[in-house]
């Protein structure tokens, strides 16, 4: 390979920080603590770190973050799994882990557009835990809890338990209501993250769900495989695979997130048939830069993850601190398009803040449009014309426009 191949450029470290090399974070602090151990997820779950007085020794915090965690209680508790812990900048306040697990002061501002609600989910809940919003599929919330809770989470006003918000999903009446609503053909599973049910339950669930004869596929929205890696067992990947076809969103925010141990837990999912989507949100100083984002998405493709959503973070109570603007996003969706594989290209999307679904937003590739002719341009700015087939016969001569100067003929994307 010369000095000069692609393929050793990308992973070349790039300002001193190799962001596709793919690491283990160790087990740091935890340094005594038995292999066995540190691989079970239940111990992981067992020793989350939650309280000022067990990360205080393990992390110099800003006074803004002890301010914060100490008042997380009232609102979004502090979680994080001591897998994920050791992924935190110790010596960047503003590192990009940090940022998203480790609460700061600035949670307690709400601005006045600011919801607790923000895609609004109650309002088309018609069984507690189900939420329905659009015509053909259903949101099934089954847990509030989760294995690190995000300063972000659209859903804090529900898990976590910090808030005032009574969670008690009603499983059976969820699945009375799928099974009479003969349009929902697809059914997405999460909570809190669904993947921190049992095996068992797990199994329970989806298996009531398959003899629902309407319900075409199933999909899990989780965190874990950036959380809790040590979860995706080869006994789960065993029992996720019997209940096909089913789909997983992940969630994952930065390329450092894209550790070996999430690489191999996304590899056995794969392996057991599940297709895996990513999610991303758009935060401030953590992922709203063309640089990140690309090597973020890149890397997924590497773990056979396939990015399909970055979102404009919601309108969630005590978030501006974490929100970028969609300035950004365009910018960062500017910088994908036509420069990296297409596939490592997800769709942008605004959640309608109060409840109006998801809404594409996109760079602005139409210049002109008539009933003739559409004038686009392409990622390097090249400007285009595409005759419009004329269907309902050719329009008269006289009203054909003038063509455009300086337009180039079509071509194609590799
Ligand atoms: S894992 Fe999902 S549900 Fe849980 S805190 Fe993070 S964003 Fe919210």
């Not at 189900?130 to 659209?154: E, G, K, M, N």
């Not at 056995?268 to 048939?273: C, E, N, T």
Request: glycine fraction near 8%; include cysteine.
């Amino acid at each position: 390979m010369t000095p000069e191949d692609p393929g050793q450029q990308t992973r070349r470290p790039s300002g001193g920080l190799n962001l596709k090399r793919f690491t283990s974070p160790g087990k740091g602090s935890w340094a005594n603590v038995s292999n066995a151990d540190w691989n079970d997820w239940r111990w992981q779950l067992k020793n989350r770190l939650t309280s000022l007085g067990q990360i205080q020794p393990l992390l110099k915090l800003t006074p803004q973050e002890t301010a914060g965690i100490q008042l997380s209680g009232q609102k979004l508790a502090t979680g994080i799994t001591p897998y994920f812990f050791n992924l935190v900048e110790p010596g960047d306040p503003d590192g990009p882990i940090r940022r998203q697990v480790i609460p700061r002061i600035e949670e307690m501002d709400t601005a006045p557009w600011e919801m607790s609600d923000p895609c609004g989910e109650d309002s088309h809940s018609p069984v507690p835990g189900l939420v329905h919003r659009y015509p053909d599929r259903v949101l099934l919330l089954v847990t509030d809890r989760c294995a690190s809770y995000c300063r972000y989470c659209t859903r804090s006003r529900l898990v976590s338990g910090a808030g005032d918000h009574d969670f008690h999903p009603n499983i059976e009446g969820a699945l009375d209501y799928i099974r009479r609503h003969t349009e929902v053909r697809d059914v997405l599973i999460s909570g809190g993250d669904p993947l921190l049910l049992s095996d068992e339950k797990l199994d329970w669930l989806l298996g009531r769900l398959r003899t629902i004869e309407h319900v075409e596929f199933l999909r899990i929205g989780s965190r874990i495989p950036i959380f809790l890696p040590q979860r995706i067992t080869p006994e789960l990947c065993a029992m996720l695979r019997r209940h096909h076809p089913l789909w997983m969103s992940i969630h994952t925010n930065h390329p450092r997130e894209c550790t070996v141990e999430m690489r191999e837990a996304c590899a056995r999912l794969s392996d057991a048939g599940i297709p895996l989507g990513n999610q991303s949100v758009l935060l401030h100083h953590v992922n709203d830069t063309p640089a990140i984002m690309k090597a973020l998405l890149q890397k997924l493709l590497m773990m056979r993850v396939r990015p399909y959503y970055i979102y404009q973070c919601d309108l969630i109570a005590g978030s501006a601190h974490l929100r970028s603007s969609i300035a950004r996003g365009l910018e960062v969706m500017e910088s994908l398009r036509g420069h990296t594989t297409g596939y490592a290209v997800p769709q942008y999307v605004i959640d309608a803040p109060g409840g109006g679904g998801k809404v594409p937003v996109n760079p602005e590739y139409v210049i002109y449009r008539d009933h003739e002719r559409v004038v686009i341009r392409n990622y390097e700015g090249k400007v285009f014309e595409y005759p419009e087939p004329q269907l309902d016969g050719p329009p008269p001569i006289s009203s054909r426009p003038a063509p455009l100067e300086e337009v180039e003929s079509p071509a194609r994307e590799a």
